[in-house]
């Protein structure tokens, strides 16, 4: 790295050659600056909530049973402003997730173009199909045992939080597992059990944190007990798109000709000969697209009562 490209770093601030090298490929920890810009305070996420579309808010509660996935609900916001909103998640178990802030607030698309440039720099692949995600969550909230099909990387900027990273392998997963998060069969949340917390690489999160892990690592994360703001940066990049669909053509293999593929990491025939199958399938299913219905609302937030869940309206009512 040379003394120039440092000067121009502005995100990141403990940039290596062997952290570059890394990237992608192990879990790796920097520290940044993030958690000291304006753009978190409580003024600003409130104003943030107001101005983010509504019907794209992500609003989650969870029990208390890291085994039981299944209590993870999706609710609903209502009209509720910012400022309540805020109220509910301090007060509450709740999970907001503001998926690709950058495509709906401009601070947060200038944020990861900067983010972007400044790793495309020193890993010297591009970066695309960024999601740039806001999470805001109440004290002692979690995310439960999953994976996420594209490269990810998780920025902390208040509060504290714990994550766990499993090993890539079974038992904690099957590639076909992985493969049914890839081809969307499986919503990326899937068995876990207490005891390969033994197996799991341990990251404990403070505001200027930021952890990057190897694709499809199976990981869970638990707040401390304040609110807790964190970013999460999705991302694909040329080695991670061709592994994700070596894995869709690999499921393919498994259910309609009965095979136990193998993932191939390196370009070769095999390789080649699956990205065109994944394609193929791809280009079939555009042309019959099918219904797929998504979480749907099993609560809703009281407005009067910060934290409070009460059934979410019925649709047929
Ligand atoms: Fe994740």
């Known amino acids: 790295m040379t003394a120039h490209s440092i000067a121009r770093d502005t995100v990141i601030t403990d940039w290596s050659e062997d952290k570059a090298a890394r990237f992608g490929r192990d879990t790796v920890r920097f520290r940044h600056g993030l958690h000291q810009r304006p753009l978190f305070s409580d003024e600003a996420l409130a104003a943030i909530l107001d101005r983010y579309p509504r019907e794209r808010l992500g609003v989650y509660t969870m029990g208390h049973d890291l085994v039981d996935w299944t209590s993870w609900r999706r609710g609903d916001a209502g009209a509720m402003t910012g400022d309540q909103l805020l109220r509910a998640v301090q007060t509450g178990r709740i999970w907001l997730n503001l998926r690709e802030t950058n495509r709906y607030l401009p601070e947060f698309s200038a944020l990861s173009d900067e983010i972007a440039r400044e790793k495309e720099r020193h890993i010297g692949t591009s970066l695309f199909k960024r999601d740039l995600g806001l999470l805001i969550s109440s004290p002692g909230a979690m995310v439960f045992y999953h994976l996420d099909v594209p490269l990810s990387s998780l920025w902390h900027i208040r509060g504290d939080k714990k994550a766990w990273?499993?090993?890539?392998?079974?038992?904690?997963?099957?590639?076909?597992?992985?493969?049914?998060?890839?081809?969307?069969?499986?919503e990326g949340q899937f068995a876990y059990r207490p005891e390969w917390d033994a197996a799991a690489e341990v990251i404990d999160m403070l505001p200027g944190d930021m952890v990057t892990w190897a694709q499809n690592r199976p990981h869970r994360v638990q707040n401390g007990p304040t609110l807790n703001v964190s970013l999460s940066m999705e991302f694909m990049t040329n080695r991670a798109v061709a592994r994700a669909n070596v894995l869709y053509a690999n499921a393919q293999l498994r259910k309609h000709l009965g095979l136990r593929p193998r993932v191939q990491e390196q370009i070769g025939p095999r390789m080649i000969a699956k990205l065109a199958l994944a394609r193929t399938v791809k280009a079939l299913r555009a042309r019959h697209k099918t219904y797929r219905p998504i979480m749907p609302a099993t609560f809703a937030l009281d407005p009067g009562r910060p934290g409070a869940l009460t059934a979410a309206p019925s649709p047929l009512a």
């Open 165 to 186: 990273f499993y090993p890539r392998a079974e038992p904690f997963v099957s590639d076909e597992i992985i493969e049914k998060c890839v081809t969307k069969e499986a």
